[in-house]
């Protein structure tokens, strides 16, 4: 069995440094992640509508996986017309090649 080895990433949020250790081919994702939490996060207390980090916190986690869920819908669907479309095709593919070994006889 192959061991992974985590590195130790330091990203920023907020203004607060966090340590945190992920496998060394996640870390370009990590800090790009944090980013996104942070320009996210960032964005609501600009607005001054919500007070407190760990209000922002939540409701910038609320809003990404609300957007996450959004995505998945939209790729489930995707997946399910173009499921649709190949069978369609595969019927009309299937009812040629009938036809074509008809004719032959």
């Known amino acids: ?4 080895k985590s590195v ?4 920023q949020i907020m203004g607060k440094e966090f340590q945190l250790a992920c ?3 996640e870390r370009d994702a990590l ?3 944090a980013k996104m939490l942070d320009d996210r996060m960032r964005s609501i207390r600009e607005t001054g509508k919500v007070f407190g980090t760990e209000r922002i916190a939540i409701v910038a986690a609320l809003n990404l996986t609300h957007e996450l ?3 998945r819908d939209t ?3 995707l ?3 173009l499921s649709q479309r190949i069978e369609t095709m595969h019927a009309k593919i299937e009812r040629a090649l009938q036809d074509t070994q008809q004719m032959e006889i």
């Not at 130790?8 to 990203?11: A, D, M, R």
Request: proline content about 9%; glycine content about 4%.
């Open 69 to 71: 869920l959004q995505q």
């Open 75 to 77: 790729t489930q669907f």
């Open 79 to 81: 997946g399910q017309s």
């Open 23 to 25: 496998p060394e081919d």
């Open 1 to 4: 069995m192959t061991e992974i």
């Open 8 to 11: 130790p990433v330091t990203v």
């Open 31 to 33: 800090i790009e992640s």
